[in-house]
């Protein structure tokens, strides 16, 4: 992959964006039973909490520029455990997309094409999905910039009537749940937004002097946790929380509530645009993680080896076919492998720069 790339301060934070609302738009109702009505605070913080990883990720970068966080490991600790990182973290991408894959398709099945066998959406998502990948970081920085801002538009554009139904007895009080709860909630939610530090551990080299250019991530991630718990607010106002948690895809069936008398409804249509942009989204960026993972260990054949990724996503998807399952593995992610992954790779990949910077220094007696 060209290193000399260097990605723009609107694409790294669109990025922000679109990685750390990933899965979560589906398995954020798990916190509903712990968070009641705090569940868009929950979101919130737990979306904001991501925050000091994703700074660290660009500190990382400083001190060795154009490298990934594997590049640092394999450097400081060796090429083995740095092995052994990498195919934990490309068997994490392929795991998340699949999970996506399935939770995407059977909401397209369920309101849109339901006579449409779920294979052939999931095998025209991946085709698309390879496509973009394959157009490297330069391509994929320009795709990530465009889906955004058009999913943000979509997200405005579905819940712009969305005051007419709003309860606010639905939301107030607001903290009526137990601290445990809601700290529980809160952690669930940075477990789920953990997502983003798996792809800026790889594309951080294409980021411009990352350690004085941390505040595009800051950015990217806080505009995600505004517009991701300003969404789970409307839902709950929309639907009440009791019914809120009991429903999958809150967010079109609070849209299809919306109508301004009898001539403007089915704003679902936005909402269900926004679902498709962050799928194709997230799906890419796993994708392109595990893709580029992959060719630091064979280092022959990109394309073939970027259609085994695509299949390797597509196969288990198919095999698996089930909402409720995917949704339960992404939980499981979210819950015990992301961040517990996440902050251990960090560590030793600080540990390998204190160890490179003292070989450094002896070689310079």
């Known amino acids: 992959m060209p290193q000399n790339i260097q990605l723009t301060?609107?694409?790294?934070?669109?990025?922000?964006?679109?990685?750390?609302?990933?899965?979560?738009?589906?398995?954020?109702?798990?916190?509903?039973?712990?968070?009641?009505?705090?569940?868009?605070?929950?979101?919130?913080l737990g979306i904001l909490f991501v925050i000091p990883f994703a700074v660290w990720i660009f500190y990382l970068g400083k001190f060795q520029p154009q490298s990934t966080v594997f590049d640092i490991l394999e450097r400081g600790l060796g090429k083995f455990p740095n092995m052994a990182i990498i195919v934990i973290f490309?068997?994490?991408?392929?795991?998340?997309?699949?999970?996506?894959?399935?939770?995407?398709?059977?909401?397209?099945?369920?309101?849109?094409?339901?006579?449409?066998?779920?294979?052939?959406?999931?095998?025209?998502?991946?085709?698309?999905?390879?496509?973009?990948?394959?157009?490297?970081?330069?391509?994929?920085?320009?795709?990530?910039?465009?889906?955004?801002?058009?999913?943000?538009?979509?997200?405005?554009?579905?819940?712009?009537?969305?005051?007419?139904?709003?309860?606010?007895?639905?939301?107030?009080?607001?903290?009526?749940?137990?601290?445990?709860?809601?700290?529980?909630?809160?952690?669930?939610?940075?477990?789920?937004?953990?997502?983003?530090?798996?792809?800026?551990?790889?594309?951080?080299?294409n980021i411009p002097d990352s350690g004085k250019h941390y505040m595009w991530v800051v950015k990217g991630i806080a505009l995600s946790s505004i517009i991701f718990s300003f969404a789970i607010m409307i839902i709950i106002g929309i639907m009440s929380p009791e019914l809120a948690k009991r429903i999958a895809f809150g967010g079109v069936n609070a849209a299809k509530l919306i109508q301004v008398g009898k001539f403007l409804q089915g704003l679902e249509i936005f909402i269900f645009g926004t679902y498709q942009i962050i799928a194709i989204g997230k799906i890419t960026v796993s994708m392109y993680c595990a893709w580029t993972s992959v060719k630091k260990i064979f280092n022959k054949k990109p394309l073939l080896q970027l259609i085994i990724i695509a299949l390797m996503i597509l196969i288990p998807s198919i095999w698996l076919m089930s909402y409720n399952k995917a949704y339960f593995l992404a939980v499981f992610l979210a819950s015990y492998i992301i961040l517990p992954f996440s902050v251990l790779t960090l560590l030793l990949a600080s540990v390998s720069v204190l160890i490179t910077n003292k070989r450094a220094g002896s070689a310079t007696k």
């Open 90 to 205: 490309i068997l994490l991408n392929i795991t998340i997309a699949v999970a996506h894959l399935n939770m995407f398709t059977q909401m397209i099945n369920a309101f849109f094409l339901r006579a449409t066998p779920p294979w052939i959406i999931m095998l025209i998502l991946i085709l698309i999905c390879v496509m973009f990948a394959y157009g490297e970081i330069k391509v994929f920085g320009r795709l990530v910039e465009i889906l955004a801002a058009f999913g943000i538009v979509n997200y405005f554009a579905a819940f712009i009537f969305a005051p007419k139904l709003f309860h606010i007895e639905y939301v107030i009080p607001v903290f009526n749940t137990s601290l445990t709860g809601f700290i529980k909630g809160t952690i669930f939610m940075l477990g789920g937004a953990a997502e983003v530090l798996l792809i800026f551990m790889v594309i951080v080299r």
């Open 9 to 44: 301060r609107e694409q790294v934070i669109f990025l922000s964006f679109l990685g750390a609302i990933g899965n979560i738009v589906y398995i954020h109702t798990w916190i509903d039973d712990y968070t009641d009505r705090a569940a868009w605070v929950a979101g919130l």
